[in-house]
Every structure is written in C-alpha cells, then in structure tokens.
C-alpha cells in the first residue's frame, strides 16, 4: 500500500493536474456512454475535472 501511495505522489508530482483529475475524466466518460441522460448526469464530473484543472 505504502508502495501505491508513493508512486502516485510521484506521478502527481510529475504530471500535475491531470493525475489527481483523472478520476474525475474516466467517471464522465463512463456516465457519456449512457444514451439520453448521459450528458447530464456526466455534467458534475465534468466541473469536478475543470476544478481541479
């Protein structure tokens, strides 16, 4: 566990934003698959990602 906490301070280190937003982005694009309401409902992930970045 240690090793996986570590590992990601690094990448979050490295990359910036787009690591510690990533959960935000995969959320959205799992919610804009789903036909009629998908825009919607991925419409708080969309602003969670725009924050962080």
Not at 11 to 30: H, Y
Not at 42 to 49: I, K, Q, S, Y
């Amino acid at each position: 566990m240690k090793s996986l906490l570590l590992a990601f301070a690094c990448a979050t280190a490295l990359n910036g934003c787009g690591v510690v937003a990533a959960p935000c982005r995969i959320a959205s694009a799992g919610l804009k698959i789903v036909p009629v309401v998908g825009d919607i409902a991925a419409a708080p992930t969309d602003a969670c990602a725009a924050v962080i970045d």
